[in-house]
């Protein structure tokens, strides 16, 4: 479980990295690391920290899809969108999950409990289609494995997140 929003561990965590090369990158995950997401509220402490322009924070934020606006839920799939698993018919599948749990790409399910997002390449190009459960892949899967993923997530019991 992540902790909540904290404007003074935030600080924290910008002053303990804001010293590295390039320490944007590792400010964002940081702050994911400790809040599940980056919030809002932390882009114009960082980009005063860094000396850039909010908007600069911003744009490295929304380029990277590994940074959430907003907490996941307590299980994150996420699937891979990449051109190996495409041909192997991933795409349609995922559209195929996300239709029956009424979710949208980064959507989280209403009870809070799973959180489906793209990735663009998990390097299990040759067990495509694949997909990631909090952390663990997952090759070769086909529609009904993945619905049976999604599903025994958002069933498990407290403890694996």
């Not at 404007?7 to 010293?19: C, H, L, M």
């Not at 009424?102 to 799973?114: A, H, I, N, Q």
């Amino acid at each position: 479980m992540n902790a909540p929003w904290n404007v003074s561990r935030a600080t924290e965590i910008i002053a303990e990295n804001r010293g590295l090369e390039g320490p944007m990158l590792p400010i964002l995950h940081a702050l994911q690391d400790e809040f599940g997401y980056v919030p809002q509220a932390a882009l114009p402490m960082i980009a005063e920290a860094l000396n850039v322009s909010r908007a600069e924070v911003h744009g490295v934020v929304s380029f990277y899809h590994d940074f959430r606006d907003k907490p996941a839920g307590r299980h994150v799939l996420k699937l891979c969108r990449a051109e190996a698993c495409q041909s192997m018919h991933g795409e349609a599948m995922a559209e195929k999950l996300l239709r029956d749990i009424g979710l949208e790409w980064g959507g989280t399910t209403g009870d809070g409990r799973l959180t489906v997002e793209a990735t663009y390449c998990l390097g299990l190009c040759a067990s495509a289609p694949a997909a990631m459960l909090d952390g663990q892949p997952i090759g070769r899967l086909n529609q009904e494995s993945l619905l049976d993923l999604a599903r025994d997530a958002r069933h498990q019991q407290e403890g694996r997140r």
